[in-house]
């Protein structure tokens, strides 16, 4: 298996309503990513989970929550979120972040999320 | 920290033409390069990579060069096919981090 699945592949929801995201891969990788993509724009990263521990967060709005529930399991927690919230939310995977550049990043399709 | 630039944003090309895009990075710790292929509903996914130590590499119709001396590396592509029509960003991972910096992004049109 070397896919990383995310559902929903559309949500629309309200400012007011809590929702989540969710990515899961079984390469045994050890690292994952959230990346949002807005229309025309290259990825943008948020969090980066390494063996199941949060590494980096990109400065990233407490109203986006992730959660790594096991080594295959990715979640994005959404609440109160904006209407300039809307974009393409990327899950990606890779075997680990060494600097070593070794590790190369698998892209899910993405999540088109739209905040009305 | 890292900066990628890319250029053109688009390029169209007839079909069984040849396509070059090329991308300039800043920090010269950067030490791999890939380039992601993204298709209109899909994620990107890597076509062709390439690291500091290698100055060329080939899969078939696609191609990768890196100069590190001038810090810029393009991609090649022959015999462009419809099918190669897509948004191709280039990427740097800087040496001093793990993060992936991405350039703006092309759109490649292949013509038939």
């Known amino acids: 298996d070397t896919e990383v699945t995310q559902t929903p592949k559309h949500l629309v929801m309200g400012m007011t309503n809590k929702k989540s995201l969710k990515c899961e891969q079984h390469m045994g990788h050890r690292a994952m990513y959230w990346y949002k993509q807005k229309a025309k724009k290259p990825p943008e990263l948020m969090f980066v989970?390494?063996?199941?521990?949060?590494?980096i967060n990109e400065s990233v709005p407490s109203r986006f929550s992730p959660e790594c529930p096991n080594s295959s399991l990715l979640n994005l927690h959404l609440h109160a979120l904006q209407p300039e919230d809307s974009a393409l939310y990327l899950c990606?995977?890779?075997?680990?972040?060494?600097?070593?550049?070794?590790?190369?990043?698998?892209f899910g399709a993405g999540s088109r999320l739209t905040v009305l | 920290g890292e900066n990628v630039e890319q250029h053109p944003s688009t390029l169209s090309v007839q079909e069984g033409d040849s396509a070059v895009i090329k991308c300039t990075y800043s920090d010269s710790a950067s030490n791999y390069f890939p380039w992601y292929k993204q298709e209109l509903g899909k994620g990107p996914q890597l076509i062709i990579d390439i690291r500091s130590n290698v100055g060329e590499k080939k899969d078939q119709r696609i191609a990768v060069t890196l100069n590190k001396t001038a810090k810029h590396f393009s991609l090649h592509i022959t015999e462009t096919q419809p099918e190669d029509s897509a948004v191709y960003f280039c990427?740097?991972?800087?040496?001093?981090?793990?993060?992936?910096?991405f350039g703006k992004g092309i759109t490649l049109s292949v013509r038939p």
């Open positions: 989970y390494s063996y199941e521990k949060l590494s």
């Open positions: 990427a740097a991972r800087s040496g001093a981090n793990s993060k992936l910096t």
């Open positions: 990606a995977s890779s075997q680990g972040v060494a600097r070593s550049g070794a590790n190369v990043l698998t």
